[in-house]
C-alpha cells in the first residue's frame, strides 16, 4: 500500500491544465464492491459557491456515468510517467466489457470513492450539481459542430473537492 498524505487543495501548486489536457487523468466512481474508472482529458477545477471545485464532463453512453449517478463521490487521479498504456486503454475500453482493473495492472483503492492506488495525485469530489449540456446553449455553433456530430453532449458534475491526497 502507498503511503498517501492528505494536503490543502489550496496549497496544491500543480498545472492542472497541462495534467488534465496533456496527461490525461482517471475519473473514477462506484463504491467498495464494485466500480469503473474512465481517461479524461476535459475538465477542470476553481473556486465556486465558496468551495474548491472540479468540473467534469461525462457523455451519455459512458458505463462510468451510472456509476458517478449512483454514488455521492468521485475521484480524480493523476499519475506520473509511464501510465500513458493503462490511461489509453481505460479511454478506448469500455467496463461493460472489460475489467480495467486487471487488464491495466492498475489497483482500486477506497477513501470515500474508489480510486486508483497507483496515482501520485488524487482529489475526492463530493457532488454538488449537475447538468446535461444543450445545443443552443452553444455560443459558437462551431464547437458544437466539431465535438458533438453524434449530439451526443456530455452531462456537466460539479463537485467540492474534499480531500487532496498526495503520494509521499
Not at 27 to 56: D, H, R, Y
Not at 59 to 76: A, D, G, H, V
Not at 77 to 97: E, I, Q, V
Amino acid at each position: 500500500m502507498a503511503n498517501w498524505k492528505e494536503h490543502s487543495v489550496y496549497d496544491w501548486n500543480d498545472n492542472l491544465f497541462s495534467r488534465i489536457n496533456k496527461d490525461w487523468m482517471l475519473v473514477t466512481a462506484g463504491n467498495q464492491e464494485k466500480c469503473n474508472t474512465m481517461t479524461a482529458s476535459w475538465g477542470g477545477a476553481g473556486i465556486l459557491w465558496n468551495k474548491p471545485v472540479s468540473f467534469i464532463f461525462i457523455r451519455p453512453q459512458r458505463y462510468t456515468l451510472s456509476f458517478i449517478e449512483r454514488e455521492p463521490y468521485y475521484s480524480l487521479a493523476f499519475f506520473g510517467d509511464g501510465f500513458r498504456p493503462a490511461l489509453n486503454f481505460c479511454g478506448t475500453k469500455s467496463g461493460r466489457d472489460f475489467d480495467k482493473w486487471k487488464e491495466t495492472g492498475l489497483t482500486p483503492a477506497f477513501d470515500l470513492a474508489p480510486y486508483p492506488e497507483e496515482a501520485e495525485a488524487v482529489l475526492i469530489c463530493r457532488k454538488l450539481y449537475r447538468q446535461d449540456m444543450a445545443e443552443d446553449s452553444f455560443l459558437d455553433k462551431e464547437l458544437f459542430a466539431a465535438n458533438y456530430p453524434n449530439k451526443d453532449l456530455h452531462r456537466v458534475f460539479v463537485g467540492e473537492i474534499v480531500k487532496l491526497m498526495l503520494k509521499e
